[in-house]
């Protein structure tokens, strides 16, 4: 999946791109509004992390403005603990928020829940056909058989468990799986696609290639 972190304490951002990166996520870093806006002019994200006190403006004004275009889901970071300023974040359209300083274990809960709510699920596990994934385990069980899978093929599942019947390009994908300074091209999309292809081998659940537009995951017998 790829966030946006909106952050201007550069050891605390590095921190969280850090941990994020391994489960496997892409996380691009904006130190600013301005640079948010840029990044949200160019890219689509899955979810955004936005600090409230930035050098160039409250995060929570640039929420409100946002809203009436962004359905991106939003977790506010506040070092602010009062009920009201939670309150405040929630009403103004963040879809959660943390209290700095957190524990990363925490944030990355909060992401998932987030993630779910926004998907309609109410458990961390998807059924896709006759398979069951877990993104947070990283597995795949079919039957009797549970297929440990790695974090490029965790997040490349995710995408397409989450659009379902789509077709996706493979821009489009990249967009998803790496951040701008990933230094990759399309060809990496083949491989990780050919990889889970060969993970999903026997399951009702196929990735279809669409000629010259992209790739579609389908659930049921072709």
């Not at 969280?16 to 391994?22: D, E, G, K, M, Y």
């Not at 939003?74 to 009062?82: E, F, W």
């Not at 091209?185 to 279809?208: H, P, Q, S, W």
């Amino acid at each position: 999946m790829r966030y946006l972190l909106v952050e201007d304490n550069r050891e605390l951002a590095d921190a969280i791109v850090n941990r994020l990166a391994l489960d496997g996520h892409a996380v691009d870093h904006a130190a600013s509004l301005a640079d948010a806006e840029d990044c949200l002019a160019a890219a689509q994200y899955d979810l955004i992390l936005l600090d409230v006190m930035l050098p160039d403006g409250d995060g929570r004004d640039f929420l409100t403005r946002s809203r009436a275009h962004l359905e991106t889901p939003v977790i506010v970071l506040t070092a602010r603990s009062q009920v009201s300023d939670r309150v405040g974040a929630l009403d103004q359209g963040a879809d959660d928020y943390i209290t700095k300083p957190f524990d990363f274990s925490e944030l990355e809960a909060r992401c998932r829940a987030v993630l779910r709510r926004r998907g309609g699920e109410a458990r961390n596990e998807i059924a896709l056909g006759n398979a069951i994934f877990d993104p947070l385990a990283g597995t795949l069980r079919h039957g009797e058989q549970t297929i440990d899978l790695r974090n490029r093929e965790i997040r490349l599942l995710e995408v397409f468990a989450r659009h379902r019947g789509q077709i996706l390009s493979k821009s489009q994908l990249m967009d998803r799986l790496f951040s701008y300074d990933a230094e990759v091209t399309e060809n990496a999309i083949e491989v990780y696609v050919g990889r889970l292809r060969r993970r999903i081998d026997g399951m009702d659940l196929r990735i279809e290639t669409v000629r010259g537009l992209g790739y579609r995951m389908e659930t049921g017998e072709a």
